[in-house]
Nanobody, 124 residues
Framework: VQLQASGGGLVQAGGSLRLSCAAS????????MGWFRQAPGKEREFVAA???????SYTDSVKGRFTISRDNANNMVYLQMNSLKPEDTAVYYC???????????????????WGQGTLVTVSS
């Protein structure tokens, strides 16, 4: 089972980026997918998640700016990030978890597999 995140880069404040996560192995079908991020000197934090049904969850700081989506046919999950702010600068990780209930989507320990991370840098 592997998760491969991509799409990070350097962008000016107010700009947009789209992160992608490719999942391989027998995990995608009914699993929840999430994005977490870790800024320098800070703990990893929840960003967004999507269940197989399409139900989504976002941390308050990204609501209205970020959109998570998934393509079950191609084992992909995306994070569209608009109106980026310098405080969004972090390494972004995708994660996959089986049987995660809605109230636990924001918990890192609910996820079984993690990708390697992709760096997003937002300049002011």
């Amino acid at each position: 089972v592997q998760l491969q995140a991509s799409g990070g880069g350097l962008v000016q404040a107010g700009g947009s980026l789209r992160l992608s996560c490719a999942a391989s192995g027998r995990i995608f079908g009914s699993w929840a997918m999430g994005w977490f991020r870790q800024a320098p000197g800070k703990e990893r934090e929840f960003v967004a998640a999507i269940r197989y049904s399409g139900t989504t969850s976002y941390t308050d700081s990204v609501k209205g700016r970020f959109t998570i989506s998934r393509d079950n046919a191609n084992n992909m999950v995306y994070l569209q990030m608009n109106s980026l702010k310098p405080e969004d600068t972090a390494v972004y990780y995708c994660a996959a978890g089986n049987g995660i209930i809605l109230s636990s989507l924001s918990r890192a320990d609910a996820y079984n597999y993690w990708g390697q991370g992709t760096l997003v840098t937002v300049s002011s």
